[in-house]
């Protein structure tokens, strides 16, 4: 409850803040009249003010707002939500009323010995953490359930299509671009996303965890039932033979005695009267508790259908959903007005901040006057710009950089085939420059070259003896190992800079 009105809160203590009397925000910054160094026309108050405001607008690209609706589509996740609040209620009072019933059944065994307040506190606690993990496991089945289902479904498709495409062609996050498998059948953008190993692990521990609790609770019904009708049973025979013998004392007195036959069997009688009435009773608490049983059982069952009802199969259809504003937005249109509520207070905030600064600086300032006409919309305008220069910039020099090293790669490449081209239309016999030692082939120079990187791979990350067994290599075989190697640490320092630039437009 407390997650779902925090945003709210966070937004009334801030206008709250700002409109306070005397100490308030608004009455400290319009006290600042400095501008800002970077020539903008900015006063510092003013950016201080837009910049608080800015973390309740709704930032988002028309482009990202498509990206995470497509992500949910391609997840077959689109239209689905989070648990609601009301099904969360519900599942706490199934909770409570569980644990009340356990708590009853649990009284006299939890701990035996101790006194009844110990007891009863024991058994409540007891039935809590059973109660507890009653709604965690079934809730975990029913969305475990739920996404194994698709990805069983996703591969039924596949084996229907005659396996004629991938089943997974790659992993699908949220931060990669949607359109890379638009091509793909349906199964594969779903197998992308959700994955393609489906588990009942979940599910089969929570069913026999649910009949083991349901079993053990009835048969511990069953035998409190038991005992306390077997001393019901033997009070109240106890009652019928102290009333007898009070009778035989009053007959005594009278004179009016019973032969002992009779009043054995008067005894007799009303003890059997006693059983049957007690038989009878016990049978209507064995349905009751079977009917409890079978109410223990669906309530789980019910646990597993709000499970499986609502939430998400893909690995980012939560962030999805929760960064498309938890489903109140399912156009872009309706993402701008729901920010036109903040906008507009914050530019009410900003125009009130205005005028105390310029009554601050006619009261007390001196020099040029202070006309601030800055605008919130100009400040998102700003810092959007600026954010998107910025990731424009890195992607640019990214895919330049790129660029330069598939440029250098193909070079690489051609005079590699160059090589090989000579190698081939070379003499059998080429002309020795020294009869007594003949030139080396290249093709046998290509295959040194590979034993060594083999060799090299193989020492591992011993850079001493990497040292060693260059030192000992031909001063040709030398410079080609020496072209791979760079080739490969010039790889590896690209892959850094793609990952750094990436984590960079997320952040």
Known sequence: MLSLMWDKLKWWWLNTWYNFPVIGKTARLSKDLHQTTDGSGWFKSERALCQDYKGFVQVQSEFDFNERTSYLQKAGDNGRTLTPLAIWVLIVGFVFVEAQGFSYVLAGYTVPGASETTQKYAAIGIAFIVSALCVLLTHAAGQELYRSLKIKRARKDWIEDGRRHKLRTRSMPLTTSQHLDDEEPEYTQISNRVGIDASFVVSWATLAFVLMIAVGATYVRVQSANKLMDDAVRMQKSELVQQQNTSVGIDLAQQNVLP???????????????????????????????????????????????????????????????????????????????????????????????QRMIQHHAEQGTGVAV?????????????????????????????????????????????????????????????????????????????????????????????????????TLPEHVFTEVKIVLQERKEAKELAKKQRAAEIEDLL
């Open 371 to 471: 006309h601030p006409t800055k605008s919130f919309l100009e400040f998102l305008d700003s810092t959007d710009k600026q954010e998107t220069d910025y990731r424009s910039k890195k992607r640019e020099a990214l895919q330049q950089e790129q660029q330069r090293a598939k440029e250098d790669h193909q070079r690489r490449k051609a005079r590699e085939h160059d090589r090989a081209a000579a190698t081939v239309a070379a003499p059998a016999t080429p002309v020795a420059q020294d009869e007594e030692t003949p030139p080396e082939p290249k093709l046998a120079r290509a295959s040194e070259v590979e034993i060594a990187i083999r060799e090299l791979d193989r020492v591992g990350d011993d850079i001493q003896a990497k040292r060693s067994y260059l030192d």
């Open 260 to 354: 002992d036959a009779d009043a054995q069997s008067n005894l007799e009688a009303d003890g059997k009267a006693v059983e049957e009435a007690a038989q009878y009773d016990l049978h209507g608490y064995w349905v009751t508790f079977a009917i409890l049983a079978v109410l223990f059982v669906f309530l789980q069952g019910l646990g597993v259908l709000f499970g499986y009802r609502w939430g998400f199969a893909g690995e980012n259809s939560k962030a999805a959903f929760k960064a498309l504003g938890k489903g109140k937005y399912l156009t872009y249109g309706d993402v701008r007005m729901a920010s036109q509520h903040f906008i507009d207070k914050a530019q009410n905030q900003l125009e009130n901040l205005q």
